[in-house]
């Protein structure tokens, strides 16, 4: 639902990739609990949910106080997240759960995700038809060079930019402000005349917003704002055919 509309379309957008374009990353409890179980085997008397319950737990904590280095190197994040899941059970007074065992949990995540990951429906032929419509569009994610870079070319987006801008490759990213000043002087156009797009209310709202962008929330799965969320997008949308006006939807 969106908080308020615009009935034209902007001289540019600058749009994420990851759980805006693809879906990735979102949802993790859900990929921990298929991940968990299958090392079910593997955990003695603890369930697989019991793990990825803890896993989870482990993430956001982690995550909350992460420096934006971890962006860079996820693999290894993911191992410190399930380390510190292990932790956390052991403390609890469960049987203590192998650092080997941690580290293979944590790279079957990683490729689990690679292999769940898809581009939302609609995604491609919205970003065409924008793109047709004459709207001038960057691709702005974080993350490493060579992720993101291989999903980039994985699901077909190098053409439908203008300008792709990938943390890891120029050594800055988003919410750092020269990251959205960046792509838009790449498009040659000011912060009034471009939206941006985005599931993550930090990066993809809050900063863009002071800015003077007009800031767009991706909720994918409908799920709300967090209650007490003191971040207010422009507009709420769960796809990207949304962007699109109502005679060309």
């Known amino acids: 639902m969106a908080l308020k509309t615009m009935t ?12 805006t374009i693809l879906s990735a990353y979102g949802r993790p409890e859900i990929a921990w609990n298929n991940v968990t179980a299958e090392f079910a085997d593997e955990l003695g008397s603890l369930s697989s949910q ?9 993430g956001r904590k982690f995550w909350a106080k992460a420096e934006a280095e971890w962006r860079l190197k996820l693999a290894e994040a993911r191992h410190e997240v399930v380390r510190g899941g292990f932790a956390a059970l052991a403390t609890a007074g469960h049987s203590a759960l192998s650092m080997d065992l941690a580290i293979r949990l944590a ?25 047709a419509r004459g709207v001038k569009l960057a ?34 990213g988003k919410p750092e402000e020269r990251a959205y000043h960046h792509a838009m002087q ?7 005349e471009t939206w941006m797009i985005g599931d ?9 917003q002071r800015l003077g962008i007009y800031a767009i929330w991706m909720d994918a799965h409908g799920e709300g704002l967090p209650e007490g969320s003191t971040i207010k997008p422009d507009r709420i949308i769960r796809s990207l055919t949304e962007l699109l006006p109502d005679e060309a939807a």
Not at 8 to 19: S, T, V, Y
């Open 8 to 19: 034209q379309l902007p001289r540019a957008m600058l749009i994420d990739m990851d759980d």
């Open 50 to 58: 019991q793990v990825a319950a803890a896993i989870v737990d482990s």
């Open 107 to 131: 790279d079957r995540f990683t490729a689990y995700r690679e292999e769940e990951m898809f581009v939302f429906p609609g995604a491609h032929d919205a970003i065409d038809a924008l793109k």
């Open 139 to 172: 691709l702005v994610t974080n993350g490493a060079a060579d992720a993101q870079r291989a999903k980039v070319e994985r699901f077909e987006l190098t053409h439908r930019f203008d300008h792709i801008q990938i943390e890891g490759e120029h050594g800055f």
């Open 186 to 192: 790449a498009l040659g156009v000011t912060a009034p």
């Open 200 to 208: 993550n209310l930090e990066w993809e709202i809050e900063v863009p």
